[in-house]
């Protein structure tokens, strides 16, 4: 059985990004597949930032979509 792959995406004024750097780090540690992407500051403060997957929807569609595509779809 193949690892799931797993995608982080975060904007770059979300609190911290740190985590998602943590987490890679760990995944390419254990070969896992992932891709992270972090994307440019949304709005003006870290709570839109953190907010990003429900203010920016059209900023990560398609690398999120393409991404399911490529190791889900049949």
């Keep these: 059985m193949q690892p799931a792959p797993i995608m982080l995406i ?4 979300d ?5 998602s ?5 760990e995944l390419e540690r254990l070969h896992k597949p992932h ?8 709005g003006q403060t870290s709570g839109d930032g953190h907010n990003f997957l429900y203010l920016a929807i ?3 569609e398609h690398d999120v979509f393409g991404f399911l595509d490529e190791y889900v779809k049949h």
């Design 21 to 25: 750097y943590s987490l890679v780090d």
């Design 15 to 19: 609190y911290s990004i740190a985590p």
């Design 35 to 42: 891709l992270l992407k972090i994307y440019p500051r949304v």
């Design 58 to 60: 059209p900023r990560w």
């Design 10 to 13: 975060q904007a770059a004024n």
